[in-house]
């Protein structure tokens, strides 16, 4: 029997999809998936899940995924890939590197990044400026400029 000595820290890793893996094969149990959803934690030094032992989490992007954005009213309500749901203050809305939405989520704890048909969603709800290139938001009597960050 192996002693203590042998055990090694998992190897975790969330992809740009949301989807986790475990030492290179993908966690798919609903629970397990939960248990560590709910885990995850960010500092400074990264991501990672604290048990008696703070073990990393390599994020390739973002750890959660809008994968339904929609209007209601005006408001923005999203769909997260672990199937929670909540509204996005429209202001926080950025554009990252190629133009890729992101939002902050559950209560600024963590950034998501709009699947594709999210972005396709989010963009369908945007007037743009062809001459510009500049989208903006409108929901009830504002409007939220689609900005580019960092």
């Not at 192996?2 to 609903?30: C, E, I, S, Y």
């Not at 048990?51 to 009213?73: H, L, N």
């Not at 749901?85 to 704890?109: F, H, M």
């Not at 500049?134 to 900005?147: E, H, I, M, S």
Request: net charge neutral; glycine share 10%; aromatic share 6%.
């Amino acid at each position: 029997m192996a002693g203590r000595a042998d055990w090694q820290l998992p190897r975790l890793r969330v992809d740009r999809d949301g989807d986790w893996f475990d030492d290179g094969v993908q966690v798919t149990h609903a629970g397990v998936l939960a248990h560590l959803r709910a885990g995850l934690r960010h500092d400074a030094a990264g991501y990672f899940i604290q048990t008696r032992v703070r073990i990393p989490v390599e994020v390739e992007d973002a750890p959660f995924v809008v994968v339904r954005i929609e209007r209601r009213g005006a408001t923005l309500h999203a769909v997260l890939n672990d199937g929670t749901e909540e509204n996005v203050d429209a202001a926080t809305l950025r554009l990252g590197p190629r133009d890729v939405p992101y939002c902050p989520i559950k209560g600024s704890a963590f950034e998501a990044r709009l699947s594709r048909a999210a972005a396709h969603q989010l963009l369908a709800l945007a007037e743009y400026d062809e001459a510009t290139g500049r989208g903006t938001l409108r929901l009830g009597d504002r409007a939220y400029p689609l900005r580019r960050g960092a």
